[in-house]
């Protein structure tokens, strides 16, 4: 595993060093600003145990199912390399099964199936926060372990726990400031392009974008869409944006699949220089157009983090573990759970020219 650490600082936390990783899957360490649910580190290394893989207090064998809001993305793909190196070293068998379409019907068919192949856990990012839920109750009844990573579900009884990147409000603020950096003290109209409408995870984020916008007043939010993160969808939904704003100055897009659609077309379009964009995207999908100035900065965390922990968490769980008191313990940290069950992975990553091509997901 080849490590760079790379500074970034920010206005709103103010260091983060964040350990990349170039390995596919491989866990990042990450020493981060004190928040709640940040991870410490202690017992975790007793339980880790090294050598032969496998843990001290985890089942091996296991059979875990990871669904993705959609396969074939690679956002996901790095989440599932994280799942991998898990299931590696607790000697699981783990398979990432799901819709190619990220809606949360689509993904039911892929739950009620992985109750009938007998996977003992289901570790999944939510397509739509509400719809999954009876097929994750039922997955539950039938002795089925549920996590969810990345997109949560409404009804926190659905699942034994969450694994998100970082704090929602902290996410959406940053985005409101890359933005704003981005337009510059002028300012103007902006528009969020989102994923789908009831995707928990964009719609925490775009109500504290809301929320913080009063500090920005040279900005005004004139309009939200939702691209599905569906490239031709969220590509549509862009060049809509700017036909119907044609004062627009700027696009927030919290999702790798849109701001990477809107990148691209501006980045061949008349808008180049003119509309800004910014949100959360991969650095492999976003590296072209940032060397080339389309884009200022945006920015993510590892998305493998989120599987490698979404594992720990569900077989830790099979295991016997209390998660609300025992916390998460994953790669020789334990990460502790809020009340409602949410495991905090670490701060953001920022990316600009100055970083992006030193790192590999
Ligand atoms: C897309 C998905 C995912 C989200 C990232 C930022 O890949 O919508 O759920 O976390 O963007």
Known sequence: MRSILLKASVALAAMAIVTACSSSGGSSSNTSPAAAGSPTSGAAAASTGGGGGGTGNVKTGLKIAVIPKQVNQPYFDAAFAGAKKACQEIQAKCDQIGPTQATGAAQTQFINSAVQQGYNAIVISAADADSVVPALKKAQSSGITVVTYDADVNDMSARSA????????????YQVKWISEAIGSGGGEIAILSAAANAANQNAWIKYMKQDLPNYPQLKLVDTVYGNDDTTLSTQKAVALMQ??????????????GIAASAKYIDSSS??????VTGLGLPSQMKSFVNDGTVKEFGLWDPSKLGYLGIYAAAEKISGANLASSGVTAGGQTYKLDGQGVVIVGPPQVFNKDNIDQFQF
């Open 162 to 173: 969450m694994i998100t990147p970082t704090t929602p409000q902290q996410i959406g603020q």
């Open 271 to 276: 808008y180049k220089g003119k509309v800004q």
């Open 244 to 257: 119907a704003h044609p004062n627009l100055k700027g696009i927030i897009s919290p999702t790798t699949v």
